[in-house]
Structure formats: structure tokens, C-alpha cells
């Protein structure tokens, strides 16, 4: 399996918030979001393929450079040089840019959540299972959405972004049975259901095309609690001063 952090976006928010250095090198409760986004994965450091898609050389040393502090053992690094369209548009040219084969199974995470002691579930492992979508139950409207097939709660019948469609809130871990499928989606996008999807490429809509194709698309409930979300400065706030967070950081 390879894991996928898409990391080309321009950190706007921060920027204007006045913070100087990219997100990803921001410390929190004595490590960088960096390190505790990829933390979350280290009990695959050993046997997985980890793949860092960044746009500038300088973000390409560091995180090469960390990769090998950190210990993982397959990590290579992608250079756009360039901005994207949208995550998942990142993640399409790091995939091509790294020769990703076709048939090899996939999971993108984002360079400022955390999860912390993640483990694969285990319908990974199921050749019926096209993918599957981390989500939690929450409020408000800035998250991608997935609404489950009446009846199964752990099967996604729509995911939309920025629009509400259900309480189940995606984390932002995306899993697919094979980046061959993730290209197919990608390239045979569904109609834009929501305006946030008429201005950027996101990950999670792209199921929606698996979906239609008749592939089954699973859902993985997890508590609140269980993910760290820095992806704004209002988070990242919050973050710095939560005890809690800093005890399950530091475990």
C-alpha cells in the first residue's frame, strides 16, 4: 500500500493569519504538524510506501530529510513546482510524476490532521471493498460530507463538499482499492454537486464516480476524539493549548 500526503496547497489562511513558515512546519506539543500528521501512520513505516507531494525544493529536503528521521523505510518525494487545481488534482500528478502502478491499493491523508495510532480496517483486505471513507460526527458546513445507503450505515451512498448532506463529517483519510481506480475517477468525474466543487478537485467527490460504476464504497465511523484537526488557525490555536491533545501526542 502506498500512503499519499498532498502537500502543494499555498496555506493561504495561515499566511494571512501571519504566520511566515508553511503550515507543515509549525510545532505543536514539541514536534512539527508534520511530524504528528505522519506519525499517525508509524506502524507501517517499515513495510508501506510513503509518497510527499510538495511544489518548491526547499519543502523537498525537509520532508526528505524527515522522512529518514522518522524512520520510514520506503518515502520518496514529488516536486510539482507548480500550483494545482485542488487536492485531488495533486494527488493525480504525484501519482503519475512516482509511476504509481495501477493496481496498487492507496490512502491520502492531509500534512495537518492527526491520527494518532491509526490502524487499517480490516475490509482493506476484501477485493469487494473499492474504498473506503474515514468520517465523524460533527457540526457546521467546512467539511466533505458523505451520506450512507438507508439502512447501512457503513456504506456511502453520496459525498459532497462544503454542502451538508449528513452529520458524517469526513477526517480527510481516503482509501482506494487501487490507484488505477482513483485515475478512472478522476477522470470521469461526476456533475459538481456543491459550489466549493465548481472551483477546486477534491478527493472525496471522486467516489461518487466508483459509486455510479457500481463499486462499493464502505464507511469507518470513529469518535471526535480520535482526530487532530490543524488545518486552520483557529484549530491550530486550539490545539496548542489543549492538554489533552499534548498527553495523546506525547504517548
Known sequence: MIFVFPMAGDSRRFSEAGFAPPKFLLAAHGASLFDHAVG?????????HFLFI????????????????????RAEVVDLGEPTLGQADTVRRGIEAAAVPDQEPMIVFNIDTFRPGYRKPNFV???DCAGYVEVFRGSGEGWSFAAPIEGRPDRAACLVEKRRISSLCCTGLYYFR????????YAN????????EQRERYVAPLYNALIAAGH???LAEIARGDVIFCGTPSEYAETLVSEEIGRRLRQ
Open 40 to 48: 499517525s501512520f508509524e506502524s507501517y513505516f517499515g513495510q508501506d
Open 54 to 73: 510538495v511544489r518548491d525544493r526547499s519543502a523537498s529536503a525537509y520532508v526528505a530529510g524527515r522522512c529518514s528521521g522518522l524512520g520510514i523505510v
Open 125 to 127: 483486505d476484501d477485493p
Open 178 to 185: 487501487s490507484a488505477g481506480e482513483f485515475r478512472w475517477a
Open 189 to 196: 468525474p461526476p456533475e459538481p454537486a456543491s459550489a466549493a
Open 216 to 218: 462499493r464504497i464502505n
